[in-house]
């Protein structure tokens, strides 16, 4: 009993001792000793409380991308635009603070004084930008019948490209323009903190509320039901009576907006400005955490988490032992790949009993 | 724009768009077969860097372009094997295959940044170089350009006029006809994968040792989903392709030309036009032709049908279970 325990156990955690194995391989290949390099790595995290909200902070941006795309995965659809609609977010954050706190302010903009109430705009803004992207996508792929990975990836390397034309033209800071972005927002659009740490309440609050509130959406709403139908068979749910179209737009929308919160949040609370990287490689990243938890919103929180801890100890990697801190990425992608090897194993073995229908995610 | 300027700039489109056309091409047989490599990004990123730090090390391109392709068939074989054996899905597979090989580029690429290297030699074709206008265009390059024609060439060839490449088609388009009349349907996916996926590597290498010397960081980012949108604009044709890559090639030089003519059009506007360009094209050939043309000529409409038009293989990312 015990033994099958453990042996299950083992099975379970299979693509992580596999990807830390190859890992280690690949640190010995680049001539560095594995056991100091997965030290600074997994470790860094858990150096102060400090480091552990980074952590928390570097889990919001995930969490909020990851719930949307288990929306639009819910329906069959690969958004890898949530990079692009987290850019076109706090793009529209960083308008909205430039138009809000800027000297000259226009008709009716000047009004808004209370640091609340530009707050709770910056994030409306946020999601309104994010969903504008989305959107776009959706109707490329609905209208245009463009392939939505090839949609979203134009559309992130032209938010990508606006965001650099912005920073370094129009919204180049007085003193010129240069990579580090923009002229730093007013205090009033900063995110409040907790303490002396990076965290910021508001973020972390949006974040957990939103996997909650996707959980519950795709479970135990008509809606949920809707996009689930549409995932499984499009052709079939038209014939049902679902409004196809209208429900992937509105997935698209709907992913958009949350990623859209997760970019104006970047900006808001973490770099107070806009950066030429606001996004960060946080849409793709979390892409591979709606992989790895094969689209189960309950594992989502876990496996961000282990992604938010190798996101804090990538740095001190690179601090510690001058390799690249891209050792982090090739491990968060190579556990999503042998994640998916050893479930097509076990698949194979159980089809050797009997026939089972492959496929799907 | 002189004569000589004009011909100079064409020259530089056809050794720019070199690699393209491997991945493209190369992406294109894969695809034929029925299976969909999404992993070019990655894949040309880490073939470009394993091909450059290959040469550096052994002081011989060969050597380089040997390495480039043994990755870019590796990286393709696990997509083969985890589809096709495993029946994960493909694009799962091979989106995450692109995020790994960016990073391993990254990862281990970082004791080539900037370094100096190897790159391929000028070789003009005696005869050929010497036509006049098209000589200097086609015949005055480099080894791996003349390979790009011959593949485009060659890859034409083996698809449309021979059996292995008519197996190979009804493969793609349907396996259980093709499995029917006894043609190993998965063996031939395995085969024609990993071939496309070493092409694509060659095309890295072509980056690194050629087209764009040298490693950096993220290198060639963007040209994977680049060569990936150009598969479908070309129809699953090597013909076709190979123009949809001059096409891309095109605009890139007319970026770096343009450029320092307006001045006052924003750099980022050359930088995304490429993917602008993408969207545009995957827009044409989605099947809105009729809509986005039907104010022309009824003549240019049907020219513009055949030129845009074509359709993926009937069984682009379907597994198919043998016995």
Request: proline share 5%; aromatic share 8%.
């Amino acid at each position: 009993m015990r033994r099958s325990l453990l042996v299950r156990a083992l099975g379970a955690t299979a693509p992580v001792w596999l990807t830390l194995a190859s890992g280690a391989v690949i640190l010995w290949l680049a001539g560095a000793n594995p056991i100091t390099a997965y030290g600074h790595l997994f470790l860094g995290a858990f150096e102060s409380g400090r480091k552990l909200a980074d952590v928390v902070m570097a889990m919001v941006p995930l969490l909020l991308c990851a719930s949307g795309m288990l929306i639009t995965f819910a329906a069959g659809l690969w958004n890898i635009g949530v990079e692009g609609q987290m850019i076109a977010g706090a793009l529209m954050t960083t308008w909205l603070v430039q138009v809000v706190t800027s000297g000259s302010p226009p008709e009716g903009a000047g009004r808004v004084t209370s640091t609340f109430a530009l707050l709770g705009a910056s994030v409306l803004a946020g999601m309104l930008g994010g969903a504008l992207w989305g959107l776009l996508t959706g109707a490329l792929r609905v209208f245009g019948r463009v392939n939505e990975i090839f949609a979203g990836l134009g559309l992130n390397y032209l938010a990508l490209a606006l965001t650099n034309y912005l920073i370094f033209g129009p919204w180049k800071p007085p003193g010129g323009a240069t990579m580090s972005g923009t002229a730093p927002f007013p205090q009033a659009a900063w995110m409040p903190l907790i303490g002396d740490t990076r965290a910021s309440p508001v973020s972390i609050a949006l974040a957990f509320a939103s996997i909650v509130l996707v959980y519950f959406a795709l479970r135990d709403t008509i809606w949920g039901l809707k996009l689930k139908a549409i995932g499984l068979n499009v052709a079939a749910a038209h014939r049902l009576g679902i409004d196809t179209t209208r429900n992937m737009l509105l997935a698209f929308v709907a992913c958009g907006a949350l990623a859209g919160i997760a970019g104006s949040l970047q900006a808001t609370a973490v770099y107070r400005r806009l950066i030429p990287s606001i996004s960060g490689g946080y849409g793709y990243l979390a892409q591979l955490v709606v992989l790895l938890s094969g689209l189960r919103a309950g594992w989502v929180l876990p496996i961000v988490f282990f992604y938010g801890v190798i996101q804090v100890g990538g740095p001190r990697l690179e601090l510690r032992t001058q390799l690249d801190s891209s050792l982090g990425g090739v491990l968060q992608a190579g556990v999503v790949l042998f994640f998916l090897l050893v479930r097509g194993l076990r698949d194979r073995a159980a089809r050797g009993a009997r026939p089972v229908e492959g496929g799907g995610l | 724009m002189s004569g000589s300027l004009a011909i100079e700039t064409i020259r530089s489109v056809v050794a720019a768009s070199a690699p393209l056309i491997f991945a493209s091409v190369g992406e294109t047989l894969t695809e034929k077969s029925g299976v969909v490599n999404l992993s070019l990004d990655g894949t040309i990123l880490l073939s470009a860097m394993t091909g450059f730090a290959a040469a550096v090390a052994s002081g011989s391109l060969v050597v380089g372009f040997a390495a480039a392709a043994a990755v870019g068939g590796l990286v393709a074989l696990v997509v083969a094997y985890g589809s096709i054996a495993l029946r994960q899905n493909q694009v799962a597979i091979g989106f995450v295959l692109t995020l790994l090989c960016a990073d391993l580029s990254s990862f281990l690429g970082q004791p080539y940044v900037r370094v100096p290297g190897p790159s391929v030699p000028h070789q003009a074709i005696p005869l050929l170089a010497d036509i006049p206008v098209i000589g200097r265009i086609l015949f005055d390059q480099n080894v791996p350009v003349y390979l790009s024609y011959l593949l485009t060439v060659g890859a034409w060839l083996w698809m449309s006029r021979t059996r292995p490449g008519l197996r190979l088609r009804s493969v793609g388009e349907r396996p259980s006809a093709a499995f029917a009349r006894g043609i190993p349907v998965n063996r031939t996916r395995y085969l024609h994968t990993t071939i496309g996926g070493a092409l694509v590597g060659v095309g890295g290498a072509c980056y690194s040792l050629s087209v764009k010397l040298g490693w950096s960081h993220r290198h060639t980012a963007g040209m994977g989903w680049i060569a990936l949108a150009i598969v479908i604009f070309g129809g699953w044709s090597p013909f076709r392709v190979a123009l949809g890559a001059y096409l891309f090639g095109a605009l890139k030089s007319l970026g770096s030309i343009l450029q320092p003519a307006f001045p006052q059009v924003p750099t980022q506007v050359f930088q995304a036009a490429p993917f602008a360009l993408m969207i545009v094209a995957l827009l044409l050939v989605g099947g809105n032709l009729a809509t986005l043309t039907e104010r022309l000529p009824p003549k240019l409409q049907s020219a513009l049908g055949s030129v845009l038009q074509g359709s993926p293989p009937g069984a682009l990312g379907q597994p198919f279970e043998e016995g």
